[in-house]
């Protein structure tokens, strides 16, 4: 999919095909040195860039802050202008690639907003003259000849104007100031403690802010609410290899271990083993579901029967449900208990037996790490 996808030997690294541009907001976030702020939001008539919210059809919504195209718009034309600059490379232009980088950037925009809300709620304050240096700042920092950035917005063929420059300018300082604050930084402290060290700051972080933060969907016409842990999985259906419709309620009452995956994830491939012997063994009750981003039958089919892959399979051919799931990474596996709450999200690889079944023990009623084999033991064992 054309989504944040990672893979790495440990958690993941981004797919190359969009790795650098998808790279570049947490990139701008940490490299801009100046600050600035706003009044908060509400009172000033628009803390996310302008007097009013910036004009489009509403893709989502931030406590009440409606996001919008034209902010998908400023954000497309920076990515993909500085992709070019940056690496030469030219983002694919098909329709399917580019809606696909819009739900990415999208999602990349909710975390954004989140963590800009906070900081307009904390009273972090800004002037124009700040807001003007950002953008200069963000050119001499990736060594990009003056302008660059002015350009890919003003140059952009969606008619964006130097207002819309000027928003885009004050997220990011919004951001860089709020990350540099004791909130944000304990959020990470605590992220680097758990995952080791975060590649996008502003992912933690937002982490850390979306439990408390009212964020609503806006999907072919629903308003969906996304995953959140200890709330209930939202509501999906797709096809299987076969083209047979699946739904997520068609397991009500059982518990799921939903692994959201893709054939050219290295780390997906590590993690299927585990995946199917769990099932086996407990498949009385427990139901494993792979989703598959964004692939192709004829790509599933014959590595499932190569993988030996018993437990059911459904295709997120255009990417919505990995959306409405917030999936940045690849692999990611939600756990979700037989009232259909999210217990657990596990972004990233899971690494071992032992380290799985902790995670089914929290949805499953017979707890399964106390019966651990030797094999498990040894493989929690620290090595010398």
Known sequence: MARTNESTAADGARRPRLGVILAWT??????????????????????????????????????????????????????????????????????????????????????????????????????????????????????????T?????????????EADLNRWARQ?????RYLAG???QNALQQWTAEHGPAQDPVDPVAQSLIATADVKLHIDGRIIAPVREGQPAPEFEL???DGTLHKLS???????M??????????????????????????????????????????????????????????????????????????TTFFVDANGIVVKAVRGTIHNRPELNEYLDQILDTPISAARTLGDRLALAPRR
Not at 149 to 161: M, Y
Not at 250 to 256: N, P, R
Request: hydrophobic share 50%; charged share 20%; proline share 7%.
């Open 239 to 241: 096809p299987g290899p």
């Open 258 to 331: 939903l692994n959201f995956w893709a054939t050219w994830c290295a780390p997906c491939r590590a993690e299927i083993p585990l995946f199917v012997n769990a099932y086996e063994k407990n498949k009385a009750d427990l139901v494993v579901l792979g989703v598959n981003s964004q692939e192709t039958p004829e790509l599933v089919t014959p590595f499932m029967q190569s993988f030996k892959i018993s437990y059911p399979m459904v295709i997120d051919g255009v990417g919505t449900t990995s959306s409405i799931y917030r999936v940045k990474a690849l692999p």
């Open 250 to 256: 068609d397991f009500k009452g059982q518990a799921v």
């Open 149 to 161: 950035v002015r350009q890919a917005i003003l140059g952009s063929p969606f008619g964006l104007t």
């Open 182 to 184: 004791p909130d944000a």
């Open 26 to 147: 947490a990139l701008v976030a940490a490299a801009l040195a100046a600050g600035i702020g706003v009044s908060y939001w509400r009172a000033n008539g628009g803390a996310l860039g302008g007097p009013v919210s910036a004009p489009g059809d509403v893709v989502a919504e931030v406590n009440g802050v409606p996001l919008t195209t034209r902010d998908v718009d400023i954000e497309f034309a920076v990515q993909k202008d500085l992709q070019l600059k940056l690496t030469g490379k030219v983002l694919d232009a098909s329709p399917a690639a580019e809606a696909g980088f819009r739900r990415d950037l999208t999602d990349r925009l909710i975390d954004r907003w989140l963590v800009v809300d906070a900081a307009t709620k904390a009273n972090i304050m800004v002037d124009d003259a700040a807001v003007a240096a950002i953008v200069v700042t963000a050119d001499q920092r990736f060594g990009l000849p003056a302008g």
């Open 172 to 176: 990011q300082a919004l951001v860089e």
